[in-house]
Each structure stands twice: as C-alpha cells, then as structure tokens.
C-alpha cells in the first residue's frame, strides 16, 4: 500500500542519532509546566509524552537556561542541575520506547532583552549597549571570565542531561537572545576574541559546541539554531514579508556565511528561523503569516551545506510539509503551535486521515499569552495541551440526552467532546449553516485557518453521530418536546450597536453582517471602533480596494488581551496599507457622507465617508438561556459568548469543560 506522503516518513541521520521520521516538535518556551525552581514537573513530562504518542521523530524542548547567576530570571527557565534527572529520565523512558528521540534547547539567557518584569539587576550582553526596553539602560557588558563560566554551565548542563537519556542538544541561538547578541555585529561590539568578524563574533558560540563534544563524544549531537534574517527595520521595527527595507540586524548573506561557518565547525545540523523579539511575528509567525512564511531560508541553506537543516514556520500543511522535503528545501520540517492542537498529527498524515487534524488558527492565546493572572501553556483549541493527564476526556459513568442550542464553536466543541463520552447529543442552530461567528472570522484570506477549524468540528461532530438540526430554532417548547437530561445555551453573541446620532442611516452596517455578505459598503469608509475585529475588517477593506478609516476612542488600538505577535503584525499590515487612523478619538454624530469625531484634546474632526461599518464589540444573546433556566427541571449551562462575548478560546473551553464533566 502506498504512503500518502511519503517523505515526511523516511528515516534521518544526525550525529548518532537516528530519527524514525522528518517530523519534528519546534521548540516553544512552556515555562508554566515547570516549577517554581524552573524544574519539569509531572505535567512537562505528559506534554511531551503525548507528542510522542502523536507520533513525532524528534521533540525539541524550549530553552533551558545554563546557570542563572550571570543573569538571574524572576521566571525561572532552569538553570539545569541534577534535579532535572528524574523528569527527563521518566521523559526519554517514555518516549525511547515509541521511537522518539529528543533533544533539549540550552541558553545563555536573554541578554539585552532583559525585562525588568523577569530580570533581577542590570540586563547582560557581549557590550554595553541599550537595552531593548529602555535606552537609559545600559548593559552590563560580560567578562571573559563570564564568558568561560557560561561554556562551563553549558558542558555541565549537557553532561546532566545526557545522563537523563537525552538524545542531543540544540544551541539556541536565535531570536536576538544572548548567544545571537554575541553572534552579530548590531550588538557585539567587542574587540578581543569574542567579538571582530563573523568568525570572531561566533567564538562563544564555538567554545560551548567544543566543550558538550569534549564531555560527550564526537557523536553526541549538537544542533544550533539562528534566525537566517533578522527581519529588523528599526531595534523595535519589525519588516513585514515583501517589504522592501534595510536590514538593522542579521541579512541573508551574512545568515550563508554563518552556515558554512558552522558546518566548518562541526555542528552536526542546523535549525532555520527568522526574527527577534522586535515585533515578534517572525520568532513567532501568527495567523497572518503564509503557511511556510520561512521555508524559502531553509532552502537557501539546504543549498549551501550538506548537514541537515531543519526548517520552521507554520509548516503544518501535509501537502506542504512533504513537498518541503521533496523538493530538498529542509531534512526536517519543524511543528510548534500544530502539534498544541494536534498533538496526533504525524499519525493521521501518515495514515492519510488529513481531514481529522485539528488545526492550529495562529492565535497565540492560550499557548503564550497571559490569562485569569497566569501563564497556562496550553492551546486555544486543544484544552487538553499541557494539561494531558487531568483533562483526559474519559467515558460517562452514565449516559445522558444533552440538548445543545446553537452550533457555534462552543455548542460544537460541547457537542464533540459530550458525543465523545458517550452521551446521546442533539444540537440545534436557527441558521442554515453551523459555525456561528467562526463563519466571518474566517473570510479573510489570511484567516483561512479558522474556516479550516470549522470545516474540522463539522466533520467530526457529524462523525460522531451528533443529530444536527439546522435552521430551527430552539424554544422552551421544544425543550420540553425532547425531553433531555442536560441542556447547553450556546446561542452566541450579536454585534453591539452604539446609540449614537445618525447610526440608523442606510450607510452604517455591522461588521458580521458585512463579512458574511448580508450587506456592502462604498468608496471611503470609516471603521469605528479600533479592537481586533475592527482592524482586521478595515484590513480587509482596504486590500478590496477602499479608502479605509479607523476611528477609536482609546489611545491605542487592539487595547486587548492580545498576543503580541498578531497585535503587532495586524497594525504593522495596517500601516503598510495605508489605512488611516484615529486614536484617542470619539464619534459624536454619523452624517450622509461624513463622521463627525471629537480628539481627546478638544478638536472636532469631520471625516468624509460614504459608508460606516461598527465594530465597538460584541453583546450575548442570553434571552434563551434565561427562559430555560426558569422553565427546565435538570442543569443548564450557557457556554461561550452566550455567557461572556470573549474569544474562540474563551468558546471552546467552555464547551470542553462542560461537556467534559456532565
């Protein structure tokens, strides 16, 4: 029988290590399933045994750092000491008996992009330079002696986790962290040994490889990894992709350079990425990045060595994926927030069963941002990541009926997961089509992920043999008609319309109404309200040809929980497209072709428009559930927007943990 991707499934050397696949864990910094100490606990384990079930060759775990008293972290990443033989022991036990292998990612720390929220004392770096955050800030340059100690901790970090059964160690130097501040002249401006050329400015990099080999052999694997292009147009300016910029840090050609240097050296592969902390959205490519936004770098480097390279950047599309190793663009195709959200992802490519993954819609919600006064690591469609032994979904003690009003993602994501236990589920949605809002969210063209998210819980609702009623709108009568045990209100939320003069005209429409096609707008047209929904509407408008403005009333737009990456990539995108913008900014009065706006500052604006679209939030449809509450004998729940307009994430964890427990 014939493999459907058949390169994504062949066997690779790297050092003594031979990987079963060419499917990696991209390394992603989870410092919450760590303790207090920075050492794994109970739940870094499951996480990482789960992706290996999943099926992936290769897990490379976020960094670790060496030693933390040449830069101390509030927010402990380590430092790796013999504590951390026994979680790695039971880790690599679990996994080396799937066929597995793993290597973990070491650091020097962060240098320069210290913060003071997580660095104790003056931040670190090869030269006193700024420090990212505050220029008044300068840093304290490292000694030699510094310098020695750091090679030392990585040789004794190394050797400890060796002996936990540790396949191989990734150097992390990328992302404008410690070792990558060594490695490029924008920030080492040294002149001993450490700093100079390319090949001077890589000699901190060189020592820790040729202390980890002195200690563990010339087989031992040692990978480094480095962003080919630094994508920086300013210390806090990111470039987007096609623009045409002048490169402050790292450019492709010193990136090649850097390759062949390596490769010279001895490092047995190298891992390809892109980007710093600046903007974050190449370190850390949202939704709006294309699916293999940094497989072209890979490809210039596969070009130009002939050790593996690993290639990284939403790569989760099979088709994709495999044609990268096909077409000799990468060795190995790296998976970060994919394998959050599928974590069985390699087994169901390899299976064929592409339709049944669980995409990742490049949020950065629940994998990175915090939340409720904590950081969980977890994943906005996957609530079981990070948490896989406590949110097993295990069957029902005793099955029930479970009613569910509306076919949004949290009454899908209840439906699945209910359906899944071994209830008997029956959904209605009073639309023709389920999906609720995932609907216009994923119109867009960079938004595609969450139409595929759609396309996925339809599919598996209706496999799991969920009775879905569509176009029906449930009523306390039929409630009462099907007689369930348990009933879940997920009826959503509807666009928030602002009483404000002249927003009843014919030219003022709602943004779902507008995605969804229901209604149009013409010529030059003002956006009100500067959330997420409300810039990415004004995005896609101007990409459909109009004159886009944004009117908000805070002093800053997406003034929400936000990951950072899509926070600043959607703006940057913004900006690049001309869209004009207003902050601090108030509608008083909509006219029949302009907006009258008052700044915060006293001065009145009017701001010609033919067409006004409102986007100032979101208000629950809770008319339902307050009805069955009053009128229905067993429990009733009321599940995502219904009971709070948030976010997807808010929608499907709701719907996961109710349905979980009933």
Request: proline share 5%; with cysteine; net charge negative.
């Amino acid at each position: 029988m014939s493999k459907p991707f058949p390169h994504l499934f062949q066997p690779l050397q790297i050092g003594n290590v031979r990987l079963k696949n060419r499917i990696a864990m991209a390394p992603m910094g989870f410092g919450a399933l760590s303790d207090d100490n920075g050492v794994p606990t109970q739940r870094y384990v499951d996480y990482f045994a789960e992706r290996a079930k999943g099926g992936a060759g290769l897990l490379l775990t976020g960094m670790l750092k060496v030693e933390d008293q040449i830069e101390h972290l509030r927010a402990r990443r380590g430092p790796v000491t013999r504590e951390f033989i026994k979680p790695f022991a039971d880790l690599t036990e679990q996994i080396h008996a799937l066929g597995t292998k793993i290597f973990v990612q070491l650091s020097a720390g962060l240098g320069y992009q210290g913060r003071p929220h997580n660095v104790v004392g003056t931040p670190v770096a090869p030269s006193p330079i700024p420090s990212f955050v505050d220029d008044k800030v300068i840093c304290r340059e490292l000694s030699t002696d510094d310098i020695a100690s750091l090679v030392t901790a990585f040789g004794n970090a190394a050797e400890i986790l060796a002996k936990a059964g540790v396949d191989g160690i990734e150097v992390h130097g990328h992302a404008g962290f410690l070792i990558d501040q060594f490695s490029c002249s924008l920030w080492n401006k040294r002149t001993d040994r450490y700093g100079g050329d390319l090949r001077g400015r890589m000699t901190f990099a060189f020592e820790i490889f040729d202390e980890i080999k002195r200690r563990l052999g010339p087989g031992y694997p040692v990978q480094y990894r480095y962003g080919l292009r630094h994508y920086m147009k300013a210390v806090r300016q990111s470039a987007l992709p096609g623009e045409d910029y002048i490169e402050l840090g790292r450019d492709i050609d010193e990136g090649l350079e850097l390759s062949r240097i390596l490769e010279e050296h001895g490092f047995d592969s190298l891992a390809i990425d892109a980007g710093t902390a600046t903007g974050h959205y190449w370190a850390h490519p949202p939704i709006y990045q294309q699916h293999g936004c940094m497989l072209d770098l890979s490809a210039m480097v596969k070009e130009t060595v002939s050790i593996p390279v690993i290639a990284v950047g939403r790569l989760d599309i099979p088709e994709l994926a495999n044609s990268a190793i096909a077409d000799g663009k990468a060795d190995v195709i790296s998976l970060a927030k994919a394998l959050l959200a599928d974590p069985y992802w390699p087994t169901k490519v390899q299976r064929g069963k592409v339709e049944d993954i669980r995409p990742c819609i490049g949020c950065h919600q629940a994998c990175s941002e915090q939340f409720s006064g904590r950081y969980l690591n977890s994943c906005t469609v996957n609530p079981a990541c990070g948490r896989e032994r406590t949110h097993t979904i295990l069957p029902a003690l005793q099955p029930q009926k479970v009613l569910i009003a509306g076919g949004g993602v949290a009454g899908m994501e209840t439906a699945r997961v209910a359906a899944l236990r071994g209830h008997s589920v029956v959904l209605y949605e009073k639309s023709t089509e389920l999906g609720g809002h995932l609907i216009e969210a994923g119109i867009p063209e960079d938004k595609k992920d969450v139409e595929r998210l759609n396309d996925w819980y339809k599919r598996q609702i209706k496999l799991l043999g969920v009775d879905i009623h569509t176009g029906t709108e449930v009523t306390t009568g039929l409630v009462e008609q099907e007689n369930p045990d348990v009933v879940i209100v997920a009826t959503g939320s509807v666009d928030l319309l602002p009483r404000i003069p002249g927003s009843d005209r014919s030219h003022v429409v709602a943004t779902t109404a507008l995605f969804k096609g229901d209604v149009s707008v013409r010529g030059r047209v003002i956006v009100v309200g500067g959330g997420e929904n409300g810039c990415e509407i004004a995005l896609w408008l101007r990409r459909r040809g109009h004159e886009v403005a944004v009117v908000e009333r805070q002093s800053r737009l997406v003034n929400i929980p936000v990951a950072n990456a899509n926070r600043n990539m959607l703006l940057d995108m913004l900006v690049d497209e001309g869209v004009e913008i207003h902050t601090d900014t108030t509608v008083q009065e909509i006219g029949c072709q302009h907006v009258r706006v008052i700044r915060a500052s006293g001065e009145v604006l009017e701001l010609a428009c033919n067409s006004v679209v409102m986007s100032v939030g979101m208000r629950s449809e809770r008319g339902l559930y307050e009805a069955i509450s009053d009128s229905f004998g067993g429990p009733v729940y009321g599940v995502g927007d219904c009971a709070d307009p948030t976010n997807i994430m808010k929608a499907v964890w709701d719907g996961f943990e109710v349905a979980r427990t009933i």
